[in-house]
């Protein structure tokens, strides 16, 4: 079983321009370094105006993992994620996510879209479905683990709305 969330925001900015930060290398090696935690880094990156494919990998310290899942783990965490993005017509971008808890049998995997409500507002959504195979509290460590990844979207936008300001 999985458990589902959904995250959502809004912002000032265009699709277009919202997306065009959102896969710039420069861009991501920056929210890495800061918001990235350990061993933070950019893996592999191809982007242009209609689509892009990037990895990168985070790192999170036992220390700030909630207690039920920091009782199930062994030490630090090591995150892949994988996020496939397609313009499918001006104003909008949909994409995927596929995302490696290296080391534990957790996962996750997502469906993204970024599109323009009106000329100068656009909001992104990500669906996310995460999965825990461990018997009898899989079900407990995908709640906890499903917050933890919406507060995790919502750091990010933040960083990028403020990158997007100020840049």
Same mark, same amino acid.
């Given at each position: 079983?999985?458990?589902?969330?959904? @995250?959502?925001?809004?912002?000032?900015?265009?699709?277009?321009?919202? @997306?065009?930060?959102? *896969?710039? +290398?420069? @861009?991501?090696?920056? =929210?890495?370094?800061? %918001?990235?935690?350990?061993?933070?880094?950019?893996?592999?990156?191809?982007?242009?105006?209609?689509?892009?494919?990037? =990895?990168?990998?985070?790192?999170?310290?036992?220390? $700030?993992?909630?207690?039920? *899942?920091?009782?199930?783990?062994?030490?630090? %965490?090591?995150?892949?994620?994988?996020?496939?993005?397609?313009?499918?017509?001006?104003?909008?971008?949909?994409?995927?996510?596929?995302?490696?808890?290296?080391?534990?049998?957790?996962?996750?995997?997502?469906?993204?879209?970024?599109? $323009?409500?009106? +000329?100068?507002?656009?909001?992104?959504?990500?669906?996310?479905?995460?999965?825990?195979?461990? +018997?009898?509290?899989?079900?407990? %460590?995908?709640?906890?683990?499903?917050?933890?990844?919406?507060?995790?979207? =919502?750091?990010?936008?933040?960083?990028?709305?403020?990158?997007?300001?100020?840049?």
């Amino acid at each position: 079983m999985s458990r589902q969330s959904e @995250y959502r925001s809004t912002s000032q900015f265009t699709a277009d321009q919202v @997306y065009a930060v959102m *896969v710039d +290398p420069d @861009y991501l090696r920056t =929210r890495l370094a800061t %918001i990235g935690g350990k061993d933070a880094a950019l893996l592999d990156h191809t982007a242009d105006a209609d689509g892009a494919r990037f =990895r990168v990998r985070q790192g999170l310290e036992s220390k $700030d993992l909630p207690p039920v *899942v920091r009782n199930f783990l062994n030490g630090d %965490i090591v995150i892949e994620r994988t996020e496939t993005w397609t313009r499918k017509e001006p104003g909008r971008f949909d994409g995927e996510a596929q995302v490696l808890i290296k080391g534990t049998p957790a996962s996750a995997a997502g469906g993204m879209r970024l599109r $323009d409500l009106d +000329p100068m507002l656009s909001e992104l959504v990500v669906r996310t479905d995460v999965t825990v195979k461990v +018997p009898i509290i899989g079900g407990k %460590i995908e709640s906890v683990v499903a917050e933890q990844v919406k507060e995790l979207l =919502r750091i990010e936008t933040e960083f990028t709305l403020d990158w997007l300001a100020t840049h």
